[in-house]
């Protein structure tokens, strides 16, 4: 079957610091892989994605590459704000015939930036 | 013009209450989803409709019962609430193509006294 694991948190870092947040992967199939966001009080909102191996997605300074060898898709910024403080969620997805086609999610990774 | 809505944001009500949550898309989308989240953040799937059709029904109590009157709509009904619902309900949609995420609404955070 399909899982995401990702990296347990809290984590909480100071502004302008380095972040990375493990996420990897098991599928049958070739998946496609995405991190989405949820600030307090909302709904998850997609954050970037990437399709197939060697990819990599990018969006507000965030960046992920898809590495098929290590099936893994590490979330990193170069400098978090406080405004990036919020809950981090790796998930994929398989479209093929046979295969459940829902986005299986990792448990989510709670990040807080300080000032 | 919001692109997956769900009303009510907000539903406390008391234990063996019935209730419904409403889901509407206007994305086109074929396939639509509820989601439970609880207090650590851990999502967990519901169901699933595809174009009105029902595949996925995840172990959940027969209280619960979504209905699709059409492909744009999907709703949830709750009978007799208890106290462990009380969580936060996501409705999303998709188009089932390599490369699509899904389209979540903001939530509804249900609570039962």
């Known amino acids: 079957g399909n899982s995401v694991t990702q990296m347990e948190g809290p984590v909480t870092l100071s502004e302008e610091a380095f972040l990375t947040i493990n996420c990897t992967y098991t599928?049958?199939?070739?998946?496609?892989l995405f991190w989405y966001v949820q600030y307090p009080g909302e709904g998850l909102q997609l954050l970037l994605k990437?399709?197939?191996?060697?990819d990599k997605g990018s969006n507000k300074g965030f960046e992920a590459t898809y590495r098929k060898e290590t099936t893994s898709f590490h979330l990193e910024k170069g400098s978090v704000q406080v405004s990036d403080s919020a809950v981090y969620f790796c998930?994929?997805?398989?479209?093929?015939?046979?295969?459940?086609?829902?986005?299986?999610f990792g448990s989510g990774t709670q990040l807080t930036v300080l000032p | 013009d919001t692109a997956v809505s769900q009303t009510p944001k907000y539903l406390v009500t008391q234990m063996g209450n019935d209730k419904s949550i409403k889901c509407e898309q206007n994305?086109?989308?074929?396939?639509m989803y509820w989601y439970k989240q609880d207090s650590k953040k851990f999502l967990k799937i519901m169901f699933s409709?595809?174009?009105?059709?029902?595949?996925i029904n995840e172990t959940v109590p027969n209280r619960f019962s979504p209905k699709s009157p059409d492909k744009a709509h999907l709703n949830l009904h709750i009978n007799s609430l208890e106290l462990g619902d009380s969580a936060v309900y996501f409705c999303?949609?998709?188009?089932?193509?390599?490369?699509?995420?899904?389209?979540f609404g903001s939530g509804t955070r249900l609570t039962v006294v």
């Open positions: 990437a399709t197939k191996a060697d």
């Open positions: 599928a049958t199939g070739y998946p496609s």
């Open positions: 994305l086109g989308h074929d396939t």
């Open positions: 998930a994929l997805r398989v479209i093929s015939s046979g295969s459940a086609r829902q986005l299986t």
């Open positions: 999303a949609s998709s188009q089932d193509l390599q490369g699509y995420g899904y389209t």
């Open positions: 409709y595809n174009n009105k059709e029902l595949i």
